[in-house]
C-alpha cells in the first residue's frame, strides 16, 4: 500500500511562506554582517554568506524531502532517531573538536557539524511518542512524568558535559510541553519562584533574604487557618530555600566557569566591563540604537562594516537587523516571528492525534526559547550564552536541524485530515 501524500491544499503555505522570508532576510543579514567590496558576489563560497547559500539550498532540499514521507515514519522511527542522536551526542565527548571552547562539534576533512543542534528534534520526536503511546497518563502517573524527565534530561547531561551551556539550557524549554499534558501549575511557579532566590542571592546578602522569607512565612500563617501540615509545609519550604540561597554562591563560585561569572555579574549590574566581558553586548546596543527609527539602510551600517559587534553573523545577528532597518524593521521582524510562534500553536491545538500535538508543542517551545534568549542578549536583557536565532543566524548544523524540526511538523499537520484516532 503506498503512503498518502500530503495535498498541496493541505499544506500550510503560510507557514512555509514564512519559513522562506526568514531564511531569506538571515541570508541578507549575515550577507551584510561580513560584507568586503573585494568579495561581493552571495555564492562566494570562501564566505559566511556564500557557505550559507549552500546550507540553505541543502535544508530546503531535505525539508522538501520531509514533506514526502509518510507521516507515520517520524512515529515509527521516533525513538531510534533519539537513538542517533544520542549516539553522536556521545560521540562528541570521544572525538569531538574544541570549537570557542566548547567541545561539541564532530569534524571530517572540511564538514563540521553540532549534533546538539539535532537532538532537540530527536528528543521532542521521543518525548512525543512516549506521551502518546498507549495508557499513558503525564498528569497522572509517576512512573511516566519520571520516564518523560529522563528522555530530556539524558541528552542535557551528555551535552552539558562538551560545555555547551547554551544548547543544554534549551530543553529546559520542553517544561512547556509538559505543563500542556498535565504538569502541575504550582511546579512552573515554584521553578519562577526558585529563579527569582536565585538573582536576589547573587545581589543581596543572604541574611536578608532569609529575614526576608522568614517574614513573609510568618504572615502567611498569620492570614490562613492554621493546621499541623500546613505550619510543617511552610517550615519545609522556609528550610528548603534557606539551604538554596546559601548554595548559590557556592555554585557561582565553584561551578560556574570564569567568563560565565564574569557575564551573570555584567547582566546584574555588579561589574562594568565594556571592554570584556559586557563589550559584545555594549556594541551590540550601539549598533541596533544607531539604526534609529527607519534603519541605514542595506549595507550602511558602520557597526558592521567596521566589525564592532564580535560574532555578529551567529550569536548576534539581529543587532545587524536592527542597524540596517531601524526601530520600524525591528518592530517587523519580532512580529512576524511572534506570528509564526502563534501559528504553530494554534496548529498544535488543531491536531487530532496526541503524537502531533505533542510535537508541535516541543516545535513551538524550542522556537520561542531561542527567539526569546537569542533577541534578548543582543538588547542586553538575557545573559550572553551563545544560541542562535532560528533561521537568521550562520550555522549549517542549526540552519539544517531548525528545517528538519519545522517540517516534520508541517507534514505531520498536512495529513490531519486523514488522521484516525490511533496509529
Same mark, same amino acid.
Given at each position: 500500500?503506498?503512503? &498518502? ?9 503560510? @507557514? ?10 538571515? &541570508?541578507?543579514?549575515?550577507? =551584510? ?14 564566505? +559566511?554568506?556564500?557557505?550559507? %547559500? ?33 549516539? %553522536? ?41 512516549? #506521551?502518546?503511546?498507549?495508557? !499513558? ?6 512512573? /511516566? ?9 539524558? *541528552? ?11 544548547? @543544554? %539550557? ?7 510541553? &509538559?505543563?500542556?499534558?498535565?504538569? *502541575?501549575?504550582?511546579?512552573?511557579? =515554584? ?29 502567611? #500563617?498569620?492570614? $490562613? ?8 509545609? @511552610? ?10 540561597? +546559601? ?17 551573570? +555579574?555584567?547582566?546584574?549590574? !555588579?561589574?562594568? /566591563?565594556?571592554?570584556? =566581558? ?25 557597526? +558592521? !562594516? ?7 553573523? @551567529? ?29 504553530? &500553536? ?7 492525534? !496526541? ?10 517551545s524550542i522556537l520561542f526559547f531561542h527567539f526569546l534568549i537569542n533577541v534578548g542578549m543582543t538588547l542586553g536583557l538575557m545573559p550572553v550564552i551563545g544560541i542562535p536565532l532560528p533561521f537568521f543566524s ?9 528545517? $528538519? ?7 505531520? /499537520? ?10
Amino acid at each position: 500500500m503506498t503512503p &498518502l501524500q500530503p495535498k498541496p491544499s493541505s499544506i500550510d503555505w503560510i @507557514t512555509l511562506l514564512l519559513y522562506f522570508i526568514f531564511i531569506t532576510i538571515g &541570508l541578507l543579514s549575515v550577507y =551584510a554582517s561580513v560584507y568586503v567590496e573585494s568579495k561581493p558576489m552571495i555564492w562566494d563560497t570562501s564566505m +559566511n554568506y556564500g557557505k550559507q %547559500l549552500i546550507w540553505i539550498f541543502i535544508s530546503v532540499f531535505i525539508g522538501l524531502l520531509i514533506l514526502l514521507i509518510d507521516e507515520k515514519f517520524f512515529y515509527a522511527f521516533a525513538y531510534p532517531i533519539y537513538a542517533i542522536t544520542i549516539f %553522536l551526542l556521545v560521540l562528541v565527548l570521544a572525538i569531538g573538536t574544541t570549537v570557542k571552547g566548547s567541545s561539541s562539534w564532530i569534524e571530517i576533512g572540511g564538514f563540521r557539524m553540532q549534533p546538539a543542534e539535532f537532538a532537540k528534534f530527536g528528543t521532542a520526536l521521543a518525548l512525543a511518542k512516549y #506521551l502518546s503511546g498507549y495508557n !499513558k497518563n503525564f498528569e497522572k502517573k509517576r512512573r /511516566d512524568q519520571y520516564i518523560s524527565a529522563a528522555i530530556i534530561l539524558a *541528552p542535557m547531561v551528555i551535552i552539558l558535559l562538551q560545555n555547551e551551556t547554551g544548547s @543544554t %539550557l534549551v530543553f529546559f524549554s520542553f517544561i512547556f510541553v &509538559l505543563y500542556r499534558e498535565g504538569l *502541575p501549575g504550582w511546579i512552573l511557579l =515554584a521553578g519562577l519562584v526558585l529563579g527569582i532566590l536565585a538573582i536576589l542571592a547573587l545581589l543581596v546578602p543572604a541574611t536578608y533574604i532569609l529575614i526576608g522569607l522568614a517574614i513573609v512565612a510568618l504572615l502567611f #500563617l498569620l492570614m $490562613v487557618r492554621r493546621t499541623k501540615s500546613l505550619v510543617l509545609i @511552610t517550615m519545609g519550604m522556609l528550610l528548603f530555600a534557606g539551604v538554596l540561597v +546559601n548554595s548559590i554562591d557556592y555554585v557561582f563560585q565553584n561551578v560556574l566557569q570564569a567568563h560565565q561569572r564574569t557575564r551573570i +555579574n555584567v547582566l546584574l549590574g !555588579k561589574e562594568v /566591563d565594556i571592554k570584556g =566581558a559586557g563589550y559584545n553586548v555594549q556594541q551590540s546596543k550601539i549598533a541596533i540604537g544607531s539604526g534609529g527609527f527607519w534603519g541605514k539602510g542595506f549595507l550602511q551600517g558602520t557597526q +558592521n !562594516k567596521f566589525r564592532f559587534v564580535p560574532e555578529q553573523s @551567529t550569536d548576534f545577528i539581529f543587532c545587524t537587523i536592527g542597524e540596517e532597518y531601524g526601530f520600524v524593521g525591528s518592530v517587523i521582524f519580532i512580529g512576524l516571528y511572534m506570528y509564526l510562534l502563534f501559528r504553530l &500553536l494554534m496548529m498544535a491545538e488543531r491536531q487530532r492525534q !496526541k503524537f502531533n500535538r505533542i510535537y508541535g508543542y516541543s516545535v513551538v517551545s524550542i522556537l520561542f526559547f531561542h527567539f526569546l534568549i537569542n533577541v534578548g542578549m543582543t538588547l542586553g536583557l538575557m545573559p550572553v550564552i551563545g544560541i542562535p536565532l532560528p533561521f537568521f543566524s550562520y550555522g549549517g548544523s542549526a540552519l539544517l536541524s531548525f528545517t $528538519v524540526l519545522l517540517f516534520i511538523f508541517i507534514r505531520l /499537520d498536512a495529513n490531519r485530515v486523514n488522521e484516525l484516532k490511533s496509529f
